[in-house]
């Protein structure tokens, strides 16, 4: 068989020669096998053979991208394939709906790599296409394994960090309340880059100058990274918003020297309770959705969850989409490095670069040690110039690609970072793009103008704790009948405690066997007894957060 000039299926025995191939395969459990443009299926038999016999977790997946080669294998593809539970044609390749599929035939979290096969030759009219599949599919898999694990870490501190948070709901807005206008808006992150932004660009602070007439004199907004406020604050500048999205006690070294100061942040449901207490400036929420929880819904319906902000991992990224939200104007991001040199990792006067001048000694020298590390690789930023990443930094960077590089008002400023995937600025552009007069650049913030009555917003402050309030007692009262259910105080049937089980979802969702979307087991006994030791932190968590729910 040959089409467009390309032979796709040799005359000579073809089905022997697929056997052959999946013989001379080493089979691997939990793996999926991709085997692009099946034809006639040669080999698919043997194939599935092999995976009954010595891996029971794997499954094999047919794309078929030409629609005559498709209509060819759903036609004479044997039945005992394609009814076969571990195996699926599709001629669907994008990536999205592909992975779906994906979960939906086989569940989630069930594949730990993929591994294409060719069997025939028809490959070739695709080859591109078909490869990009592969990658892109690796890519989910190991994106889902990593989430699973960061979930299964944090988790419990995650679900624990919101339900502290939400006290906050009564007196910060939503993010969705302040708005930039169409100003163009400067995102600072901490990368060593940010030093000649903030020589170059930023407006320094006057003398005697206070924190609005500073930031009124701009003709655009600064939105920053947490880490970088030490950076700024040491040099006069005051950005207009500051986002936080840490849940860890480390992120308090970022607010050394800016306690109390007058600056607005942005502020994770989920994020560390104490950092929204540091800052004076005013507080927006959003809210983060880092797993599939019912709990969410439960806080929806209270009309509890802020603004909805996609869970992109990097506080960086995140300070880019909340400025996609609050301006219509041009973005312009600088220091989002995703790398470093051999003598600096952030900026001057960031947590760790103070921390590695107060450690030096004569034993301890100023080089960035991160620079020889194992996992540090060299790579060329958008200077040309050497400079060192990591694995983790590099997929913060192609993701930031991959979900900003379609966006036309996104820009970057040329220096020591890796290239982002946008177009990047000169310095004197980036400055003229930013010093542009706007009659549009008016920003509105509903928080802190009068354009509502004092008393209307003491109305809606009460009545929005009052139903904090009742979600903490529906909550205590959940995990009250679910532990009377689970020590043997109250009797119920196996309905009743699967409802309970998967109401309070966020007791099991980060246990290493069930992070990553699995659904729970009433029949699994150790199952049972973890869910169990987790109830009472959490009664005493909702008790001394709002100790009416202990009533």
């Known amino acids: 068989m040959v089409k467009n000039g390309k032979t796709i299926l040799s005359g000579i025995n073809p089905a022997g020669r697929a056997d052959k191939i999946v013989d001379s395969l080493q089979i691997k459990n939990r793996t999926l096998y991709f085997c692009p443009s099946p034809l006639y299926g040669y080999g698919l038999t043997q194939l599935l053979s092999r995976l009954e016999n010595e ?4 499954a094999v997946l047919c794309i078929e991208i030409d629609p005559e080669f498709f209509n060819l294998s759903a036609e004479n593809i044997d039945a005992s394939i394609t009814e076969n539970k571990k195996f699926h044609l599709t001629n669907i390749f994008d990536i999205e709906k592909l992975f779906a599929v994906i979960r939906g035939k086989w569940g989630v979290m069930a594949f730990r790599r993929i591994e294409m096969i060719r069997l025939n030759g028809g490959w070739q009219l695709f080859a591109k296409e078909y490869d990009s599949i592969t990658e892109q599919l690796r890519s989910e898999i190991a994106l889902q394994w990593s989430n699973a694990l960061t979930l299964n870490k944090l988790g419990r501190l995650f679900i624990r960090n919101l339900f502290r948070n939400l006290p906050l709901l009564a007196d910060f807005q939503s993010i969705e309340k302040l708005s ?49 406020l030490g950076a700024l604050k040491e040099r006069g500048v005051i950005p ?36 929204a207490l540091l800052l004076s400036g005013g507080g927006f929420l959003f809210f983060t959705e880092w797993t599939n929880l019912r709990v969410f819904k439960r806080l929806k319906e209270a009309g509890l969850l802020p603004f909805f902000m996609p869970p992109l991992g990097s506080v960086g990224l995140t300070a880019v989409e909340i400025a996609r939200n609050l301006t219509t104007g041009k973005i312009i991001c600088a220091g989002l490095d995703f790398s470093f040199t051999q003598d600096k990792y952030h900026a001057r006067s960031t947590p760790g670069h103070r921390s590695k001048l107060n450690s030096h000694n004569r034993f301890r020298g100023l080089m960035n ?64 793009i930013l010093n542009e007069k706007n009659l549009n650049s008016e920003s509105t913030q509903t928080s802190t103008n009068n354009c509502r009555d004092i008393e209307e917003k003491v109305r809606e402050a009460h009545g929005k704790r009052n139903d904090i309030i009742l979600f903490y007692k529906s909550e205590r009262k959940r995990l009250e009948e679910l532990k009377d ?54 009664l005493k968590l909702l008790t001394v957060h709002c100790p009416l729910t202990a009533n």
């Open 55 to 58: 891996a029971h977790g794997s």
């Open 485 to 538: 259910i689970l020590t043997g105080e109250k009797k119920a049937d196996k309905e009743r405690l699967s409802v309970l089980l998967n109401e309070c979802d966020y007791l099991w969702a980060h246990f290493p066997d069930y992070s990553g979307g699995r659904e729970c087991d009433t029949a699994d006994l150790s199952f049972l007894k973890r869910v169990r030791a987790e109830i009472d932190p959490m």
């Open 180 to 228: 930039y206008g169409s100003s163009p808006v400067l995102v600072l992150g901490a990368g060593p880059s940010l030093d000649e932004v903030l020589e170059q660009i930023i407006i320094k602070r006057e003398p005697g100058t206070k924190n609005n007439e500073q930031r009124a004199a701009r003709c655009y907004k600064i939105i920053c990274v947490d880490t970088c």
């Open 240 to 275: 207009d918003l500051v986002v936080i999205l840490e849940s860890q006690h480390w992120n308090l070294r970022d607010f050394i020297g800016c306690k109390g100061w007058e600056v607005n942040a942005a502020i994770d449901l989920s994020s560390l309770p104490s950092s």
């Open 369 to 432: 040690i991160a620079s020889y590390d194992s996992y540090s690789t060299a790579a060329a930023s958008k200077s040309g110039e050497s400079v060192y990443t990591s694995p983790s930094m590099k997929n913060y960077r192609n993701l930031f690609e991959s979900y900003f590089s379609g966006d036309s008002r996104i820009y970057d400023i040329e220096g020591s970072g890796l290239s982002l995937g946008v177009k990047t600025l000169s310095m004197n552009e980036a400055i003229s």
